[in-house]
């Protein structure tokens, strides 16, 4: 059973979005997603400074299984990429909530956020 963590928003294409003290949002996939996919081996992050727009290709994940395009749940400036991922893209199947996190975003509105899915609809889908 994949881990599904109630503070978080989720995107039916399994992307989630925690919005942080400072009101900054850090953006990832789900642990479904990362189980789905297997082992991880590359992630491409937009751009530090990129204007992205919420529902739009943003992001690449690859595995050993196939390519999955990641979705912004939240239009907003990407602020910060997690670097760590460019050497260690396992991390992303080790801690997908935590260490794997992909990037943070400025956001233009948080009110984007209640479009997605609380962790009790995203299970719902998970489980149809």
Not at 12 to 40: F, K, M
Not at 55 to 65: N, P
Request: net charge negative; hydrophobic share 35%; aromatic share 8%.
């Amino acid at each position: 059973m994949s881990e599904i963590r109630s503070e978080l928003k989720y995107l039916s294409s399994h992307e989630w979005a925690r919005v942080e003290e400072d009101g900054t949002v850090t953006i990832g996939i789900s642990d479904y997603a990362q189980e789905s996919l297997g082992d991880v081996v590359y992630v491409e992050c937009p751009d530090v400074g990129a204007a992205i727009v919420a529902g739009e290709q943003v992001a690449v994940v690859e595995s050993v299984k196939a390519a999955s395009d990641i979705y912004a749940p939240i239009s907003g400036e990407v602020i910060e990429v997690n670097e760590a991922l460019e050497d260690s893209p396992e991390t992303v199947n080790d801690s997908p909530y935590d260490d794997g996190w992909f990037f943070k975003v400025r956001p233009d509105e948080l009110e984007e956020l209640d479009n997605a899915l609380d962790s009790e609809a995203y299970e719902e889908q998970l489980d149809e």
